[in-house]
């Protein structure tokens, strides 16, 4: 193809390309959510904190001109509302789904409310590797374009895979979540353990959120996250609480929400809305697909109230 | 002797509150209405912290967000108008709570709700404006109804979770609202703001006669009102209690745990959907993304903060309506965000979260046993 033309590869290019690109997200916030659900407890307000993540990461990168910076805030930022979400869940009777629906919102919120000055201006962004530097071809160029975040979002994945089964806090944290009363037999304060998941897997969402701003779509807008958070969430459900699995699931996730700018990118733009919205479609179809009314899932923590 | 001697000296010497069997019977209904109250006003204290800390004074926010809300007749009829599509979207939760279902997907049932609504009220255009109506409330309740006894059915019968299917499912809604008001039900003449067609002026609800308050507020209040009724004076509503208080009991009694589901999640989206059809009837003439005004979200609240009493949900209603009423006025006057009331409104919902733990705790509450 000499005058540069790939024709209808584009667009499973393009889809490779997004795949990546729009994974990162989903894989940062639905490991998080492992760790957490594998303690036993869900926090479904990582939809508000992935936002809240945006917001301030865009924020620091745009006052210290580090986006490095900006990423540890989201990170911090998304670990205090873990304790936030972890504080309320630890007093009796509170249920954790209500407080992740009320974290949600008041995430969404803070993040809109503190987000307005920093609609105007441009922060500094994430950089990425060019991987593709062999080719001429400017679209798979553009797909192997890839940033730093994804890189460190698939080499937590097995690592978290590892610390899951041989480390002490691996084994702690699942027996958390397994079992509260042998955790507590062994010595060990469950609230504690679960405040520290809670708060672990909302620096990583926070992380996933610092992506969206500063790398892709990389700007601070209030339309920036619309369901990735709540999506990674069911994720982790379709992933049978498996790091590697999340990875894999990140991946077709992000694939899919790529199809639809990459249709119109070769000029298919009837359904554009129906093929944004494949990701949630998805989700739904592969839950009902999974789940069983007759048994609990294989790989479920048992203390987590979604699954009882 | 001695002893009826007492009792009329308790009856006649002692004020209620002192008594103990007044507040065996009566503490926990005070608690009911006590610790959400508290909650709302340690919600609204750190609020204005926030507010401080933003450079506005906390006393001026207390003010305009009372002006605004409640202070001159126009602000009620701001207030009612916006409590309408909340009493609807809060029971599309508080329904299924009852059988121990937590549903957030009102947003979605009230966009499909307005979208078959407009979808009915075009297909009979011009008919009798009252068949238009009808058309309208049919169509809204069903479209709703089917989204959310969607959750229903997949809970029930392949174990999906309901609340991330029907949050899900409200991203889904939104999608096909924005695929149908630009393509196949696009009006052509809606060039910057892609709308289906308007249902006609005639076809209006309209407002209560004296007011600027559209009647969708009766809509909310008599649904509110029949659910309450419902739920708690019905072999319906009892059954749907004995489920969701314990599902093997239910099934052991011979209830039929899938029709309660089933029926409960289609009232409850039919009343979300009703609000779609209300705000399409009574104040945008049409679908477009306009719709999709978080009241579905708010409505979530709502049935929280009433503990998931159909009743209790219309004061509440009232009082949030009140909120976002005020919410243009902060933003006018103190130079607030407008995001400012989703603020409010999540600080409250965690306060109140917050507060269930203080249920039974009170110590002057418990009475002597």
Redesign the interface.
Known sequence: MADGSIGLWTVPLAVFGGAIRVSTPFLFVSLGECITERSGRINLGLEGTLVMGAMSAYGISYLSGSPWLGVLAAGITGALLGALHAGICSLPRVNDIAVGIALMLFGTGLAFFLGKPLIEPTAARLPAIDFGWWSDVPQLRAALRINVLFLVGVAIAPLLYWAFRTTRWGLLIRTAGESADAARAMGHSVLLIRLRATMVGGFLAGIGGSFLSLFYPGSWNEGLSSGQGITAVALVIFARWDPMLCLWASLAFGGAAALGPALQSVGVTSGYHLFNAAPYILTLAIMIITCSPKRTLTGAPAELSITR | MTTDAADSVDAVGVAPAADPGFLQRYGASIEYILIPGAALVGALAVFGGFVAIYGKNPLDLYFYMYYGAFGTWFSWQNTLTRAAPLILTALCTALPAQLGM?I?GGEGALLIGALSATAAALAVQGAAPVIVQVAMVIGGVIGGGLWIMLAGG?R??????E???S??????A???L??LV??PMRDPASLNKPSTREIGAANMIGSIPGTDVHWGLVFGLVAAVAAYILIYHTTFGFAARVAGGNIRAAKIVGLSVGRLILTICFLAGGCAGLAGMIEVAAVQGRTNANLAAGYG?TG??VA?LARQNPLAIIPVAILLGGISASGGLLQRRLGL?D?????????I??F???S??L?GRIGFLKGKS
Not at chain 2, 156 to 161: A, D, T
Not at chain 2, 167 to 172: A, E, F, H, N
């Open positions: 937590v957030i997949l029930q019968y392949r174990g999906v979770n609340t991330i299917s949050l899900l499912l409200v991203y889904i939104l999608a096909i924005n695929h630009e393509g979200f979530i609240l929280f965000p995001a400012s009331v989703l603020v409010l409104q999540g600080i919902f965690v109140v979260l917050a269930d733990a249920y």
